[in-house]
Nanobody, 123 residues
């Protein structure tokens, strides 16, 4: 499975961006997709995830809860991350990745990574 994140850019604090994650193949229902970010000098952090089950169970890290919203469009094989009320602390490269293990997603412990998309929030 290949995943391609896009939609990053430069935005002022308080602004919004929507990231997209194109998935190359249909994911099975035991999979989940996560958005992971890495700021300069920091470890990768999973900020949001969504299961590929009918329930579409979601997870958000405390840092983004209430500001970021994850969704998916099965017909387009695409997931999204709507980011609102951005702050300079949200500046990072954002990646999307998928796995059939919640541990893998929450720990961002993937074997391979796509190129990611840069999000820069100015103050």
């Amino acid at each position: 499975v290949q995943l391609q994140a896009s939609g990053g850019g430069l935005v002022q604090a308080g602004g919004s961006l929507r990231l997209s994650c194109a998935v190359s193949t249909r994911l099975f229902s035991n999979y989940a997709l996560g958005w992971i970010r890495q700021a300069p000098g920091k470890e990768r952090e999973t900020v949001a995830a969504i299961t590929w089950t009918r329930s579409r169970t979601t997870f958000y890290s405390d840092a983004v809860k209430g500001r970021f919203f994850i969704s998916r469009d099965n017909a387009k094989n695409t997931a999204y991350l709507q980011m609102n009320n951005l702050t300079p602390d949200d500046t990072a490269v954002y990646y999307c990745n998928a796995a059939n293990s919640p541990f893998t997603i929450l720990k961002a412990d993937f074997d391979s990574w796509g190129p990611g998309t840069q999000v820069t929030v100015s103050s």
